[in-house]
């Protein structure tokens, strides 16, 4: 069974203040790792994705890396407006195209000015 | 995303009743999906569709019928709705031919059975 597990579960952050969110994966064959960002009370964002180990994707303040066990997502001197959830999913590459992500559980980032 | 509606935004029904949520799409993606949002439990998989002709089972299918009406619309349906159904209502469309295989999501829908 594939299964996402993200930590910390909550993160505070003063505004400039740099840190990473961390993303660990069991899956049997990994087509992709997917990061996306929530709003509360909206949908998920896409942000990035991930297909293979020592891959990196970079968006503004946000860098996404993989590994073969887990995923990072760095956010360089984030500001109050990166205040969100922010969730990991992964596709296992028994999957045909398009179906079945397995979503963890999101880390609450808040950024204080 | 705009291109991904959902209707209703909020819904508030009582145990038993019947409950169809909508999804529309005008991206022209192939591929719609019916997930469930909880406290704790992450998004999970309801239903998902590859095409007008093709409805999928996902890991959470039981007490949920899903309908394809067209290659833009899929609909969600609680034939008889319990408590433990509230929750949040995501819609999401995927097309591996352009887009690689990440989802876009729908703003959701609230709903909650009394």
């Known amino acids: 069974e594939d299964q996402v597990t993200q930590s910390p579960e909550a993160l505070r952050l003063q505004e400039g203040e740099s840190s990473s969110l961390n993303c660990s994966y069991t899956?049997?064959?990994?087509?992709?790792l997917f990061w996306y960002r929530q709003d509360p009370g909206k949908g998920p964002e896409f942000l990035f994705t991930?297909?293979?180990a020592g891959e990196e994707k970079e968006k503004e303040r946000l860098k996404a890396t993989l590994t073969k066990k887990e995923s990072f997502l760095h956010i360089t001197a984030p500001k109050p407006e990166d205040s969100a959830t922010y969730l990991c999913?992964?596709?296992?590459?028994?999957?045909?195209?398009?179906?079945?992500?397995?979503f963890g559980e999101g880390t609450q980032l808040t950024v204080n000015p | 995303d705009a291109d991904v509606t959902q209707t209703p935004r909020n819904r508030i029904t009582k145990t038993g009743k019947r409950i169809m949520l909508e999804c529309s799409q005008t991206k022209g993606h192939d591929r719609m999906y019916w997930y469930r949002q909880d406290p704790g439990l992450g998004l999970r998989l309801i239903y998902y569709s590859f095409d007008v002709k093709d409805i999928n089972k996902g890991e959470i299918s039981d007490g949920y019928s899903v309908s394809r009406q067209a290659q833009a619309k899929f609909s969600l349906s609680l034939e008889s709705a319990i408590p433990n159904q509230t929750a949040l209502y995501f819609c999401?469309?995927?097309?591996?031919?352009?887009?690689?295989?990440?989802?876009?999501f729908g703003p959701g829908t609230r709903l909650t059975v009394l």
């Open positions: 991930l297909y293979s």
């Open positions: 999401a469309t995927s097309d591996a031919e352009r887009s690689g295989n990440e989802q876009f």
């Open positions: 899956v049997s064959g990994l087509r992709g």
């Open positions: 999913a992964v596709q296992a590459d028994r999957e045909t195209s398009g179906s079945r992500l397995t």
